[in-house]
């Protein structure tokens, strides 16, 4: 069984960085589709960035200000989060998939909030 633990998020100013990490265990990160997602209080969740068939597919919200990368070696993911708006304010979410061909929605991290000051 695949878990995923997130860790990084914080409280940062608009136009701030943040970088998150999940860290895998159970599993290879190589061979799982990986994804973020987020939540925001009231709303559904929402992707921001998934990975898998072989291509990387953002948000319109968050494209070209968010970057997803991973460390094999490692087995962690990571989101590094720039220019920073108050409406990126969510819990965001690791998750993978058990195949790189599919959708990363098998396992779910427990989240790691992040809170964007005006």
């Known amino acids: 069984q695949v878990q995923l633990v997130e860790s990084g998020g914080g409280l940062v100013q608009a136009g701030g960085s943040l970088r998150l990490s999940c860290a895998a265990s159970?599993?290879?990160?190589?061979?799982?589709?990986l994804g973020w997602f987020r939540q925001a209080p009231g709303k559904e969740r929402e992707f921001v960035v998934r990975?898998?068939?072989?291509?990387?597919t953002y948000a319109d919200s968050v494209k070209g200000r968010f970057t997803i990368s991973r460390d094999i070696a490692k087995n962690a993911l990571y989101l590094q989060m720039n220019s920073l708006k108050p409406e990126d304010t969510a819990v965001y979410y690791c998750?993978?998939?058990?195949?790189?061909?599919?959708?990363?929605?098998?396992?779910w991290g427990q989240g790691t909030q992040v809170t964007v000051s005006s």
């Open positions: 998750a993978a998939g058990r195949s790189r061909s599919s959708y990363p929605n098998d396992y």
């Open positions: 159970g599993g290879t990160f190589s061979t799982y589709s």
């Open positions: 990975w898998y068939g072989g291509w990387i």
